[in-house]
């Protein structure tokens, strides 16, 4: 549900959104998204103790020379049996990446070194035949890696540059070498294995890299005494492959090395690319391009157009005298049906699939949700969404067929359902042949290729169909102007406007734009790198997005004042003129930058380029076709033309655009994307906050078209009934809010301020997210204003209401920053006055369409039937039990737990709330048998206590004993005066009892987490030690005495920790 109402969004914008929400949309989603892209660990970590087996896995064989990647033992490596023999299953994207990940025998421990081992369990030579010895120097010709796995981390070698100094890493190791003759062949049949691990609890181990440094060692070298035992002879050299039967040991080592790396960044040596300054350079100078264009197209087209509409206006009693040149002669030919419409229309449906499946795609990579360590999830989330995007492109293929009069829609579906992926899987089929000539892993399995067969046939294909259904029975696209009987003749053309040039000159600004990007992505795709810069990529394809919708109406414009009508095609073609570079770059390509041997992975690569190519085509294709369609329907909806000349005659409206109701629900169904991509991080906190958002979008629906559009629209029908002069006085008096609000229902307004009472609290949460201080009072004020302006704003818009941002957002700043900073009121105080001032000054009631003419192009709102009253219902549902569940778990109570991380940020504010809580608190704090709950307590002002120093590495940690240690200290003082032991004035304070006991594990330099029972006894010693030395005397000076206590008043404190336990314990 969420993504198609985000893919729906992408490609209404530019048809159903005004200019001013289209900006208003992406300043709000730009306020949501203000982070780059960042990694997210596809799996969980995995926890080892010392003495845990960890089991490395063989993936495959690759090289850059060729590009064709093998089994891991299509090599004579030691082979466990059959019986032992185990392949992982694997996804789609790994399939078709060629990956057959197996066991092997590599025998590894947790921290247990091994100095030199057989891989084969065994201190018998390993013989490989004369076949074996054939494949093995061939895979050493066409220089391949090696791919092993350890914990889902792929190895990789290590090497340092001489001249710079740089470490970099290459991924796997290589099978072998060849002499500089290039007449002996030599193997790496050593492996010195690095592991590297972090230690982010005591006892408790997390793999973090693997390096492998391979070496050739000669079989003669090797002495064994066990098959774990060896030792090596580096005398005897390097381990060559004849052309007859060789012997070989397979032997490795492991070496393991503490990191200080955690586990979250072990891939960052993995995805560290170098040279982002290009990438920046390469995305400012296609802003500075798109720029330039959009100047070029303000500056010429759109002045000129505007001319010509102020000029025919103005002159609408002489129009028959006016003479008609350029655009304006070809309007009764204009929207005349191209040839070949059926083809176009596949073509654009297929470009709409393709469009959504890549944004979704990006967007979701920028997220951080398709990481590295999720294997082939990339490719699987690419082939799963371009079957989910049929439905999208089947809408467009039959609402556009159905405006161009076809008359064959079974046909036209079926051909958008089958042309774009008939020709990737032809393709990928006859390709599959050579691979399968090959023997390689690449080569797609049968069932993988039924799967895909099933998912084009059982998914794409009824998609396609359902939505072209849908697409079919909506009323077709508008055209304002009239088609004559008989066509227009086109005059000559000039040699630019030609398609074949046009084409040239248009693909090379987009072109342009994803050049670099392309660049990377070759690189990663076959020369065995990885990419991971989606955040590049995402805005780069909004700049194409950009560039090929100004190029397509700059086209346009030109053809049709050459008076050439024949824009369908040409608009398609022309746009896509960048896929005339991407093909020609990917030659260029080859040339320089790839070594490829033989003639298979020749076909591979220029097959599989010329498929990006085609698909790059009908992607910026169909982003061309419906700018330039757009453009036409907004410069022919002007009242230029009379019905004299077969023109539908538009008579100016001085009514304000408005925002539809889709549009607003887009916007706030944001709020549940973003609040699920925050429980897949498990940040659960700002998860409510988005899901809140959502929440409000939930209320939004309810509360538009419920009560509030019925009351507005009958608020409108009665001013639109009153005489025309009432009506013109109504748009020329002032905008009181006594005169515009229908006092017939206050509820109307009550709604609207707690509306924008509730997402102002929900963006309070901003201070959160961006980890602002309690004492930043500028940060709450710009925090209540911006949720209060958005509330209210998005609120308006919901409903038949126009509202002005910039002024509700005035007057919310305004008074936020002057209730907090100046006249030091309580956050519920502000947030109350600033939805009345901002509601207030938002509320601007004013007409939404003319209900007078209710034809069948009028943009009233849709009904609210029993159907869309199921959905909503359940979908509110639902977000009430969410909610129930986050404010009981993730917001009232937080739970802490002793020994584990903590963001440091929760636990010092908890810190700042408990310590200046002037002792109260036994009302927010209890304690449970299996963890402690914390009940946050709102303070405004907190400082942070001397004894936990900011620059103290262990100072979260000690932040969380002392809360543990107060709430001990205060159920021992509860029991001790429920049960009538003691008096209450009699029992140390829990707070200087806690102070105490965190003196003495600083003085005493204890673990921050040790307990009582080991305390006790290094206290006890310390006493004895304290009164056995002041039985003598000593000089101040005598800096030996001096290191035996630290400081004097350690005593004082072990006895008065000491003192609670001992009660407890007597007891």
Request: glycine share 6%; charged share 20%; with cysteine.
């Amino acid at each position: 549900f969420f993504l198609l109402i985000f893919i729906k969004l992408i490609f209404y914008l530019c048809n159903q959104i005004k200019y001013k929400m289209f900006l208003h949309f992406f300043l709000g989603l730009s306020f949501i998204l203000t982070s780059h892209g960042f990694y997210v660990p596809g799996v969980a970590p995995v926890q080892f103790k010392i003495g845990d087996p960890i089991e490395i896995k063989g993936i495959k064989l690759e090289s850059t020379k060729t590009g064709v990647p093998y089994e891991y033992y299509s090599v004579p490596f030691c082979k466990p049996p059959k019986d032992k023999l185990h392949y992982k299953s694997e996804n789609i994207g790994e399939l078709m990446r060629g990956d057959r990940i197996v066991n092997t025998l590599y025998n590894v421990k947790m921290k247990r070194d091994i100095d030199c081992a057989s891989v084969c369990q065994t201190t018998n030579v390993f013989s490989i035949f004369k076949e074996d010895s054939y494949v093995l120097k061939k895979r050493i010709e066409e220089d391949y890696h090696v791919q092993l796995l350890v914990d889902n981390l792929p190895c990789a070698t290590k090497f340092k540059d001489p001249e710079t100094g740089e470490v970099f890493y290459d991924h796997g190791y290589r099978l072998g070498y060849m002499s500089e003759d290039n007449d002996k062949y030599y193997v790496n049949n050593h492996l010195d294995i690095i592991l590297k691990y972090h230690e982010p609890e005591p006892d408790v181990y997390r793999v973090v890299g693997f390096e492998v440094q391979p070496r050739s060692i000669n079989y003669e070298s090797y002495s064994f005494s066990s098959p774990q035992q060896c030792s090596i002879d580096q005398s005897k050299g390097p381990q060559e492959i004849s052309d007859n039967q060789n012997s070989i040991h397979w032997t490795y080592s492991i070496k393991w090395e503490e990191s200080d790396i955690p586990w979250a960044s072990r891939w960052d040596s993995y995805l560290n690319m170098k040279d982002h300054n290009i990438h920046y350079f390469s995305i400012l100078n296609s802003i500075i391009i798109v720029g330039c264009l959009a100047g070029f197209l303000s500056a010429i087209i759109v002045k000129t157009v505007r001319r010509d509409i102020a000029t025919y206006n103005k002159n609408e009693e002489m129009e028959d005298t006016l003479e008609e040149s350029g655009w304006k002669l070809v309007h009764g030919d204009v929207f005349r049906s191209p040839r070949h419409k059926m083809i176009l229309v596949n073509f654009v449906g297929s470009g709409i699939q393709l469009i959504g499946m890549i944004g979704i795609t990006v967007t979701f990579a920028m997220l951080g949700m398709l990481s590295p360590s999720s294997r082939g999830s990339l490719a699987t989330a690419a082939i799963s969404l371009f079957c989910l995007m049929g439905l999208i492109a089947g809408y467009h293929s039959g609402r556009l067929y159905k405006t161009l009069k076809g008359r064959n829609p079974k046909r036209c579906a079926f051909q958008t359902a089958t042309l774009f992926p008939g020709v990737i899987l032809f393709s990928g089929f006859v390709l599959n042949f050579f691979l399968i000539s090959k023997n390689s892993s690449g080569a797609i399995p049968f069932t993988t290729m039924l799967t895909l067969i099933f998912l084009w046939f059982g998914v794409d294909l009824p998609l396609v169909f359902l939505g072209f259904h849908f697409g079919y029975r909506k009323h077709p696209y508008h055209h304002p102007v009239r088609t004559n009987q008989i066509p227009r003749q086109v005059p000559d053309q000039p040699w630019y406007l030609k398609t074949i040039p046009s084409s040239l000159l248009a693909g090379i600004l987009p072109f342009g734009a994803i050049f670099i990007e392309l660049y990377f992505i070759f690189s990663a795709i076959w020369e065995n790198q990885f990419y991971y810069l989606f955040g590049f990529l995402f805005i780069v394809c909004i700049i194409v997005f950009v560039v090929c919708c100004q190029i397509a109406v700059l086209v346009t414009y030109f053809l049709l004042c050459a008076e050439n009508y024949h824009w369908w095609w040409k608009s398609f073609v022309i746009s896509g003129g960048s896929a005339i570079y991407v093909m020609a770059y990917s030659v260029f390509y080859y040339y320089t930058k790839l070594n490829l041997i033989g003639f298979v992975p020749m076909v591979l690569y220029f097959s599989y380029s010329a498929l990006i190519a085609f698909a790059v085509w009908i992607m910026t294709g169909s982003i061309g076709f419906y700018a330039a369609y757009y453009f036409l329907l907004k410069i022919y909806s002007a009242n230029i033309f009379n019905c004299e000349n077969n023109m539908i005659d538009y008579k100016k409206k001085d009514i304000e655009s408005y925002s539809n109701l889709s549009t607003a629900r887009i916007l706030l169904s944001l709020g549940g994307i973003f609040g699920a991509h925050r429980i897949y991080l498990k940040q659960y906190p700002e998860a409510f906050i988005y899901m809140s958002t959502f929440g409000g979008f939930l209320i939004a629906i309810f509360y538009d078209t419920l009560y509030l559009h019925q009351i507005v629209e009958e608020y409108n029908n009665k001013l639109l009934n009153k005489q025309i002069n009432e009506n013109e006085r109504y748009y020329n008096a002032p905008r009181r809010l006594f005169n515009i609000i229908p006092w017939n229902s206050i509820l109307f307004l009550l709604a609207q301020v707690s509306y924008g009472m509730w997402i102002g609290t929900l963006f309070l949460g901003l201070k959160t997210m961006l980890k602002f201080d309690d004492d930043i009072f500028l940060s709450t004020a710009l925090s209540i204003s911006i949720g209060v302006s958005f509330g209210v704003y998005i609120m308006g818009n919901t409903g038949s209401e126009r509202r002005d941002l910039l002024s509700i957002w005035c007057a919310s700043f305004a008074l936020s920053f002057l209730c907090i900073c100046i006249l030091d009121l309580s956050y519920f105080n502000t947030l109350v006055f600033t939805s009345i001032a901002g509601t207030a000054m938002g509320n601007k009631v004013k007409l939404r369409n003319d209900l007078n003419n209710k034809d069948k192009n009028s943009n009233n709102l849709k009904e609210f039937t029993f159907k869309h009253f199921l959905i909503w219902s359940f979908l509110f549902s639902f977000l009430l039990f969410s909610l129930y569940l986050g404010v009981s778990e993730t917001i009232l109570n937080r739970r802490i737990r002793v020994g584990k991380s903590f963001d440091s940020t929760t636990i010092r504010n908890i810190a700042y709330n408990f310590l200046t809580s002037n002792h109260a608190h036994n009302n927010r704090l209890f304690l449970s048998s299996i963890e402690i709950f914390y009940l946050p307590s709102i303070q405004k002002k907190s400082n942070l206590n001397e004894i936990f120093r900011m620059d103290d590495d262990d100072w979260t940690s000690s932040l969380t004993v002392f809360i543990v240690d107060v709430i001990r200290a205060i159920s021992y003082k509860e029991f001790l005066v429920k049960g009538k032991n003691y008096k209450e004035d009699l029992i140390m304070h829990p707070m200087y009892w806690a102070f105490n006991r965190m003196f003495v594990l600083k003085s005493l330099e204890q673990k921050i987490f040790e307990n009582d029972n080991v305390l006790m006894k290094v206290c006890q010693r310390t006493i004895k030690e304290y009164e056995k030395t002041t039985k003598y005397t000593y000089s101040m000076n005598d800096s030996s005495m001096k290191r035996n206590y630290k400081n004097l008043n350690t005593k004082k404190c072990c006895d008065n920790y000491s003192s609670l336990l001992k009660i407890m314990n007597a007891i």
